[in-house]
């Protein structure tokens, strides 16, 4: 395994309530996360214990504050395993995207680095490991698309989603999540629904509303999608990135060469089933 090259795919939050709030300020959440077939990728080389490295260098991310090296420590620690670890991050998910690139890349290196180490641990325990990293890491240890509530980590899967083709749209800002969950306009109390009201009823995202005043560009990036005829588009989780389904007679390369400038797009998958699954027993 060492010298592969793992994958950390994106998720997309295809509905978002936010359903009250815990005392420690956290928000308690109902959404359902799915992955896409858009991903960062990680190449892990083996190094003296105790010493942990990221390659290359990321200006807004410097080494000790990086989620794959504060996953390796943890599992080092948390393990007893005298180890030590140079990771390789190919970034591609815009960083603030509400694509969860950065829980992604720390859940992959959960993933690998328990096989590599032969640490032992189970998928609930790395799932308790994850989640003391960021409340979106769980579900990238779950390895199926999920229904969540919680902060996001009581996870149940949901095999019926279907996996659509979508339009993927970062509208060039970056989306602070800690500042849109604190903001004073932000509305808390929305009542909890089911399963079967999702699956049956349109989906919507509460974050939407305030995201679109605090950030233009998350505005015009939703209208530009209606009135290009996506289906359903949609903030993912805090933001920036907006997605929407494709079909009818939808080019997406008509769009591409349409885009405003500043904006990236990607034609994306969702898939139900994460591609390290079966690294993990149950
Ligand atoms: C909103 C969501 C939806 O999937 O996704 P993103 O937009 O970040 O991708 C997540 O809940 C984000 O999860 P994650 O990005 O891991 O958040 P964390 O690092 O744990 O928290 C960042 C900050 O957001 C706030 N926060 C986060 C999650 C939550 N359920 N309630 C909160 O109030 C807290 O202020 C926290 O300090
Ligand atoms: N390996 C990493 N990749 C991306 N972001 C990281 C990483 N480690 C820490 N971060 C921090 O996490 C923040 C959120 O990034 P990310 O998870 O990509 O977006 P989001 O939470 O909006 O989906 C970044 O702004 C960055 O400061």
């Given at each position: 395994?060492?010298?592969?090259?793992?994958p950390?795919?994106?998720?997309?939050?295809?509905?978002l309530?936010?359903?009250?709030?815990?005392?420690?300020?956290?928000?308690?959440?109902?959404?359902?996360?799915?992955y896409l077939?858009?991903?960062?990728?990680?190449?892990?080389?083996?190094?003296?214990?105790?010493?942990?490295?990221?390659?290359?260098?990321?200006?807004?991310?410097?080494?000790?504050?990086?989620?794959?090296?504060?996953?390796?420590?943890?599992?080092a620690?948390?393990?007893?395993c005298?180890?030590?670890?140079?990771?390789?991050?190919?970034?591609?998910?815009?960083?603030?995207?509400?694509?969860?690139?950065?829980?992604?890349?720390?859940a992959?290196?959960?993933l690998?680095?328990?096989?590599?180490w032969?640490?032992?641990?189970?998928?609930?325990?790395?799932?308790?490991?994850?989640?003391?990293?960021?409340?979106?890491?769980?579900?990238?240890?779950?390895?199926?698309?999920?229904?969540?509530?919680?902060?996001?980590?009581?996870?149940?899967?949901?095999?019926?989603?279907?996996?659509?083709?979508?339009?993927?749209?970062?509208?060039?800002?970056?989306?602070?999540?800690?500042?849109?969950?604190?903001?004073?306009?932000?509305?808390?109390?929305?009542?909890?629904?089911?399963?079967?009201?999702f699956?049956?009823?349109?989906?919507?995202?509460t974050?939407?509303?305030?995201?679109?005043?605090?950030?233009?560009?998350?505005?015009?990036?939703?209208?530009?999608?209606?009135a290009?005829?996506?289906?359903e588009?949609?903030?993912?989780?805090?933001?920036?990135?907006?997605?929407?389904?494709?079909?009818?007679?939808?080019?997406?390369?008509?769009?591409?060469?349409?885009l405003?400038?500043?904006?990236?797009?990607?034609?994306?998958?969702?898939?139900?089933?994460?591609?390290?699954?079966?690294?993990?027993?149950?």
């Open positions: 395994m060492s010298g592969d090259t793992f950390a795919p994106a998720k997309i939050n295809r509905m309530r936010v359903v009250g709030r815990r005392e420690d300020g956290y928000h308690l959440l109902q959404t359902v996360f799915q077939d858009l991903a960062d990728t990680l190449q892990f080389r083996s190094l003296p214990a105790g010493q942990f490295r990221r390659f290359p260098k990321i200006a807004q991310v410097p080494e000790e504050q990086d989620l794959c090296l504060r996953a390796a420590r943890l599992l620690e948390e393990t007893g005298r180890e030590g670890v140079a990771i390789t991050l190919d970034k591609t998910l815009p960083m603030g995207g509400g694509l969860g690139g950065g829980s992604s890349d720390a992959t290196t959960l690998v680095l328990n096989r590599l032969g640490c032992g641990l189970k998928r609930p325990d790395l799932m308790e490991l994850g989640l003391r990293l960021g409340a979106d890491v769980p579900v990238f240890l779950f390895g199926r698309s999920a229904w969540a509530e919680g902060i996001g980590e009581r996870l149940q899967a949901l095999p019926e989603l279907s996996e659509p083709r979508f339009f993927l749209i970062h509208p060039g800002v970056s989306v602070h999540t800690a500042a849109v969950f604190q903001h004073p306009r932000l509305t808390r109390r929305h009542p909890p629904i089911t399963i079967s009201a699956l049956a009823e349109a989906p919507t995202n974050l939407e509303a305030l995201v679109r005043q605090l950030y233009p560009a998350v505005d015009e990036c939703l209208r530009w999608m209606s290009a005829g996506l289906h588009p949609m903030l993912t989780g805090s933001g920036a990135c907006c997605f929407g389904q494709l079909g009818g007679t939808v080019e997406p390369e008509a769009l591409q060469a349409e405003p400038s500043g904006w990236r797009a990607w034609v994306v998958q969702g898939r139900n089933i994460h591609p390290l699954q079966h690294l993990v027993e149950d």
